[in-house]
Nanobody
Framework: QVQLVESGGGLVQAGASLRLSCAASGRTFSSLAMGWFRQAPGKERVFVAAISRFGINSEYADSVKGRFIISRDNMKNTLVLQMNSLKPEDTAVYYC??????????????????WGQGTQVTVSS
């Protein structure tokens, strides 16, 4: 059973940076495509970024492109989301997700098999 545990969330001011981490266990980390999603209160869970098993390919939602960077360290079983130039609209619970194969549509949460419990990110104006 794959377990994903996020950390690194918090309360920051607009323009600041945060670094989220996701620790994986229960399966060889490099066998999983990984992604980040977020969910604001009263809204659906939406795609943020995804990365291929060996980190060669990545993709981003337009809303975070140029500000967020997804990366992974397969030796440390860790997924990272570096978030820069944060905006109040980035406020949400952030979830990491994993899947044994690269989802046909990475932005579709139903195509991801494994989920963490989430970490809260709050950006004040």
């Amino acid at each position: 059973q794959v377990q994903l545990v996020e950390s690194g969330g918090g309360l920051v001011q607009a323009g600041a940076s945060l670094r989220l981490s996701c620790a994986a266990s229960g399966r060889t980390f490099s066998s999983l495509a990984m992604g980040w999603f977020r969910q604001a209160p009263g809204k659906e869970r939406v795609f943020v970024a995804a990365i291929s098993r060996f980190g060669i390919n990545s993709e981003y939602a337009d809303s975070v492109k140029g500000r967020f960077i997804i990366s992974r360290d397969n030796m440390k079983n860790t997924l990272v989301l570096q978030m820069n130039s944060l905006k109040p609209e980035d406020t949400a619970v952030y979830y990491c997700a994993g899947n044994p194969t690269r989802p046909g549509s990475a932005s579709n949460p139903t195509q991801w098999s494994y989920w963490g419990q989430g970490t809260q990110v709050t950006v004040s104006s």
